[in-house]
């Protein structure tokens, strides 16, 4: 994960878990992507241990693959029946990746209904996510809404949670465009555990400009902003704050890098830690499963029997 995945998402998550707070890895959203077996395989065991080194508790919430829940795809096959090509070809991620990927795979148009899929089934209120994640939040209502009134009430109608600063961290290359794992170049992108010669690497390459000014001012200093705003996440100081406590770009980034590596030490620590007993991260993620398919295959009954479909019994 990067940094904009940590300010936007997860920080958020670890702050709201509880015992009725669900959070999976998206292994299946994974395979939108051209993505090996292998890499597919590492990046999950990376991304179960990264949620538990950030603060997420199985003991408190819980914490699950989301292949491990067939409900997930199974539902989904629903929701597509009742959402249209058009809503999907509108969707900008699409519009942007597909760009992107010669001979890009319908996964990558449908996968937003996956997403509502993966929603609706924990009769979701609240979903904490980044800016970037709206459309596709409106989309998963928009498909509630329609099944709602189409075949009675079924699902829970969520709302998303974004938050009041770092919503939208930047790539540090190209201020202009959000930090993302797919887009963005190598020094663009800051992960959570890069190692601290990376990090300085990456932040004082970050893209600033030229006037020599600092000051706060997305519109015309989108780079200094990002990396104000970067500062201001991981403090308690507003960007305006810690712009007027600077004269040079230079030192503030120096002071960044530093707040960022001893930001992510500790959970960088934990998480070598976790990947050191894999078979331990399996068993969090079979009993979280367990949790998951309990709350999930109810709601998906629900779903199943007011479409018209029949059961065993
Ligand atoms: P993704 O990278 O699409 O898997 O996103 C995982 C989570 O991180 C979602 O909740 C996104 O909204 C959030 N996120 C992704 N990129 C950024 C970014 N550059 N700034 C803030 N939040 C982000």
């Known amino acids: 994960m990067h940094l904009g995945n940590y300010l936007g998402a997860l920080r958020q998550w670890v702050d709201a878990q509880s015992p009725d707070a669900f959070y999976c890895v998206v292994d299946l959203h994974a395979l939108t992507l051209q993505i090996s077996p292998e890499a597919l395989r590492d990046q999950t065991t990376d991304l179960l241990a990264t949620l538990i080194a950030s603060g997420l508790d199985p003991e408190v919430c819980t914490i699950f693959i989301q292949s491990h829940v067939p ?27 597909s760009q992107r990927q ?33 459309q596709h939040l409106e989309l998963a209502r928009t498909i509630a809404e329609r099944f709602n009134n189409r075949f009675g009430e079924t699902f829970r109608v969520p709302v998303s949670t974004h938050p009041k600063v770092a919503a939208r961290v930047m790539d540090l290359q190209e201020p202009t465009r959000k930090m993302s794992k797919s887009i963005s ?34 519109e015309n200093k989108p780079g200094l902003s990002n990396l104000l705003e970067i500062y201001s996440s991981l403090s308690d100081e507003t960007p305006q704050q810690v712009a007027g406590r600077y004269t040079r770009y230079g030192e503030l980034k120096t002071d960044l890098s530093e707040l960022v590596i001893a930001t992510f030490a500790p959970m960088k ?14 068993k969090i993620a079979a009993d979280g499963a367990l949790k998951a398919s309990a709350a999930a295959g109810g709601v998906y009954r629900r779903a199943a029997q007011a479409m018209g479909l029949t059961s065993t019994g």
């Open 71 to 97: 409900y997930h795809a199974q539902l989904n096959w629903l929701l597509e029946c009742v959402t249209t090509y058009g809503e999907l070809s509108r969707m900008t991620a699409f519009k942007e990746k």
């Open 102 to 134: 010669e001979g890009y795979r319908v996964g990558l148009l449908t996968y937003p209904v996956l997403q509502a899929a993966d929603i609706l089934l924990y009769d979701t209120e609240e979903v904490p996510v980044g800016d970037d994640q709206r």
């Open 185 to 218: 170049s190598p020094l663009g992108n800051l992960h959570m555990f890069d190692t601290p010669e990376v990090i300085r690497k990456k932040i004082a390459k970050a893209v600033t400009d030229t006037d020599g000014e600092l000051r706060f001012d997305w």
């Open 269 to 282: 620590e934990r998480y070598d830690e976790l990947l050191r007993a894999p078979d331990d991260l399996y």
